[in-house]
């Protein structure tokens, strides 16, 4: 009889697990037709670089370039060198060989062949090769690039081609579904699905991008592919990850396409991108600060210094200020304000709300333009770096431009002053305070604007010499950018 009855319990139980099973498989949701209709518009992206080498196997080697002058004798006849001079001045003849140089993704966004993908997938290419769902390849054109957002806008020669649904980055909520299709490693129309992990995401040298986070995996190939919700619409362009190991861990970055889109039209139709300016250094405002400058709570972009003749200054704007809200958005993190002002047209005019001395007030301020070189922009009065410089965001350092007595003192022609360093790349490189930083890369640094220029252009994931000053005592260090 018990025996029955446990027979009888344990099918009941397979039963129940069945049916629960079943029904969580139904409340799971099927990419299938998302994925049937989006693929076709999907596009794998590779290109090519011209590089040049010598007839003996060497390559190439500007005899002008400073690394080449510090490189001592025994190391220029390994490169093929002779007395620092090329190889063909030596016997040798220069050869050009192409060389892939990159793979990524990118989407239709037109039926006669405009293609949206990131700019570091196309950045220095001599060619851009697109490969079509229908297994075409065809060369494409660069319409125009935008290093701020990493977007770019390539032209192939093609009619009636299969395009994807553009949606809305603004619709997005947190945990809501979404999947990337594009070529990791150079495998082609790949489908990963996650969740959006949170929205409006700064990341460091990114300061117009309010990012979508999710847990997506993305790996290498996936950049410039696109990001879809549910209803098969792209809502991101899937742009960076952040990884110790080089793959994915679990975080991944996509650019809303709210953002792209515009950027897109704009270098459709000029080729280039017109961003607002309003000419502020700005920092967050922590707990301390906030009951300092009687605040409820820890939000808002405090103003740390208004530039000289901006439109900050032309519109009251001051030191101390903190930005509650600017036309109408509130400013949760001071990474917001950014954000914000960049999208707004130049010579628009917003309204700023502020809080100063305590009391709240409203400013009105005429957005300007955003000058293509912000390093005159980036660098105050006295040659310091600002907060808001590549200098500070990528080595995390502050410097400043050496006086004559300086560069006698320290015994130098030439270089910046390390004034105060950050946890970052030039920490863990060994760099300290009172340091003098006179070679970055093989480029000789004359100024704190010189250096502004070689960071920006620095490679990624694996090292380069800085040589620096230190004591008198001309020293060479690794730097490293992840």
């Given at each position: ?92 003849k220069i050869l050009k060989r192409e060389e892939p140089r990159s793979l990524g993704s990118g989407f239709i966004i037109s039926s006669d062949g405009y293609i949206l993908t990131n700019n570091h997938v196309v950045n220095g290419a001599d060619e851009i090769v697109v490969r079509l769902n229908d297994r075409r390849e065809l060369n494409a054109k660069l319409v125009g690039a935008d290093p ?116 897109a039209n704009q270098l459709k139709d000029n080729g280039h991108v017109k961003r607002g300016w309003l000419g502020v250094l700005i920092q967050e405002v922590n707990r301390d600060l906030a009951e300092s400058f009687g605040l409820d709570k820890a939000a808002g972009a405090l103003v740390a210094r208004v530039l000289p003749n901006s439109p900050a200054a032309q519109a009251g704007l001051k ?164």
């Amino acid at each position: 009889m018990l025996r029955k009855m446990y027979q009888t319990w344990i099918a009941v139980a397979c039963v129940a697990l069945a049916f629960m099973s079943s029904a969580r498989a139904d409340e799971l949701p099927d990419f299938t037709k998302l994925v049937k209709q989006a693929a076709p518009a999907v596009v794998n992206i590779s290109t090519i670089k011209n590089v040049e080498y010598s007839s003996n196997g060497g390559m190439a080697i500007d005899p002008d370039d400073p690394a080449l002058q510090q490189m001592p004798e025994i190391f220029r006849h390994f490169f093929g060198m002779q007395r620092g001079m090329p190889d063909n001045q030596g016997g040798g003849k220069i050869l050009k060989r192409e060389e892939p140089r990159s793979l990524g993704s990118g989407f239709i966004i037109s039926s006669d062949g405009y293609i949206l993908t990131n700019n570091h997938v196309v950045n220095g290419a001599d060619e851009i090769v697109v490969r079509l769902n229908d297994r075409r390849e065809l060369n494409a054109k660069l319409v125009g690039a935008d290093p701020r957002s990493d977007l770019a806008v390539l032209k192939i020669d093609a009619h009636d081609l299969p395009t994807v649904k553009i949606g809305h980055s603004s619709s997005l909520e947190v945990g809501q579904w979404v999947v990337a299709i594009g070529s990791p490693f150079g495998f082609d129309y790949s489908v990963t699905k996650g969740i959006v992990s949170a929205l409006g995401r700064s990341l460091s040298n990114d300061n117009y991008v309010p990012f979508i986070q999710t847990d997506v995996a993305i790996n290498p190939g996936n950049s410039g592919g696109p990001l879809f919700n549910m209803d098969g619409e792209v809502v991101g362009i899937n742009s960076q990850i952040y990884t110790r190991s080089g793959g994915f861990m679990g975080l991944s970055f996509a650019i809303p396409i709210d953002v792209a889109i515009d950027v897109a039209n704009q270098l459709k139709d000029n080729g280039h991108v017109k961003r607002g300016w309003l000419g502020v250094l700005i920092q967050e405002v922590n707990r301390d600060l906030a009951e300092s400058f009687g605040l409820d709570k820890a939000a808002g972009a405090l103003v740390a210094r208004v530039l000289p003749n901006s439109p900050a200054a032309q519109a009251g704007l001051k030191e101390g200020d903190v930005i509650l809200a600017f036309d109408g958005k509130p400013i949760n993190m001071s990474a917001d304000l950014p954000h914000f002002v960049g999208r707004v047209k130049p010579g628009s005019v917003a309204t700023m709300h502020i809080i100063r001395n305590g009391k709240e007030q409203d400013l009105d301020v005429t957005i300007g333009l955003l000058p293509d070189d912000e390093t005159n922009i980036l660098v105050d009065d006295h040659g310091n770096s600002t907060t808001n410089s590549a200098i500070m965001s990528v080595l995390h350092i502050s410097v400043a431009n050496l006086s004559d007595d300086e560069k006698t003192q320290a015994q130098v022609d030439n270089g910046v002053l390390v004034k105060q360093i950050e946890q970052g790349p030039a920490f863990s490189a060994g760099i300290q305070p009172g340091d003098v930083i006179t070679l970055l890369n093989g480029k000789k640094v004359d100024s704190v604007s010189s250096l502004e220029e070689i960071v920006k252009k620095l490679p990624k994931g694996r090292s380069v010499p800085m040589q620096i000053v230190r004591k008198g005592s001309p020293i060479f260090l690794p730097l490293r950018l992840e």
